[in-house]
């Protein structure tokens, strides 16, 4: 949690606030921001509301409507949005809230939570866990072969190649969740010559790999 971690808290930039409401924001960001061991952080949605100066009612729409599902994860039954998307919240209403006392605490909140994933901590957690993710990528293909009984190419059905070669479905450089890099259900195992098509044809996300798949099926017809 993030009261376990040493982290630059931010100058407050209106002095007009009382300093008691920043420290409620410290004190919100201890028990509600997480740090995953791939050193993603993450913020407990039902701490939102004092996160973004708003009362739980708002909070809620906003974590609703303006947070994909994507961003969100659930853990133990606990609701958690990926801090990256908390920034980008509190970043726009600090921005562009009417009210400065709430523009001036949303920069504070975000302003916090990046500290947090600039700190000592995270980057050291996420160096670990880099390392491991490397020596984990290489056996992702013989791991979705024996989970799901893999014997063929995914694309062209033929039989594999040796062990075959792991594609993940989105590009990983276009989308970088660590903890989806590593889930075997988040590519396909082919053969080397497919998977040097699929590059060719920049083939970068689930979308374009299932039309890909299907234009396969058509012309192989």
Known sequence: ????????????????VDAKEYQNIDTAIANAVALTNAG???????????LIAENSKDAKYIADN?????????????LFIKSSAVIAVTHKRSEEHPDAKKRSLNQYTSQSLM????????????????????????SLNKIRARNNGITNDEITGEPLKGSGDFHHKNKKTLFTDPAQRLDPDKGILVNKSTHQDIHKNNINDEKSLEEYKKRYKRNDK
């Open 66 to 78: 303006e947070i994909p599902d994507s961003e969100k994860m659930n853990i133990d039954n606990t």
């Open 1 to 16: 949690m993030a009261n376990d971690i040493k982290y630059e808290k931010p100058i407050p930039s209106n002095n007009l």
């Open 115 to 138: 500290n947090i994933s600039n700190s000592y901590e995270t980057k050291a957690q996420k160096g670990d866990y880099e390392d491991f993710a490397k020596k984990r990528e290489k």
């Open 40 to 50: 993603t952080t993450l913020v407990k949605e039902k701490e939102m509301a004092k």
